[in-house]
């Protein structure tokens, strides 16, 4: 089962990286260019051990739980996770 | 019109950040994680000039020579172009 966590900043936290690629592509002539917001993400592989069953739901739980334990700053960031590949179809 | 360009590593191009998240996440105990890859993501928000008409297919284009010029490095990485919201609905 593959699964998309998608960090990005929570609203009001300055994003210079965003700023920044929005000013150089200003520079670099794209004038149309109003905003630029930068995210990171994960592309997450998980396969439940034998005899468990694959759980959307618990999954997805298992994966909330490592983006609050590791992969995102509470303070400042949100996340979004999206079930892009489910096996048992 | 809000774009998001998702930029990834080519297959056979080393990820180490994706590889660490992934022994970090099975240490912290979450031992079903089979692969992590790291991925970046822009959220492009452009606008044309007035008098200019928004066309889907020609934002992607520039959308794409921003990539090339800019966003991604063609040696290791590949990228999508995704309109996420069009205005003119």
Chains 1, 2 share one sequence.
Do not use: W
């Amino acid at each position: 089962m593959e699964l998309n966590v998608t960090i990005k900043l929570k609203r009001g936290v300055a994003d210079p990286e965003g700023e920044n690629t929005k000013k150089a592509l200003n520079l670099l002539g794209f004038r149309d260019v109003r905003s630029v917001k930068s995210l990171k993400s994960f592309r997450i592989e998980v396969e439940p051990g034998e005899g468990e069953g694959e759980d959307e739901e618990k999954v997805k739980q298992e994966v909330e739980e490592m983006c609050r334990k590791l992969l995102a700053n509470p303070v400042i960031h949100d996340y979004e996770i999206e079930v892009v590949k489910s096996e048992r179809r």
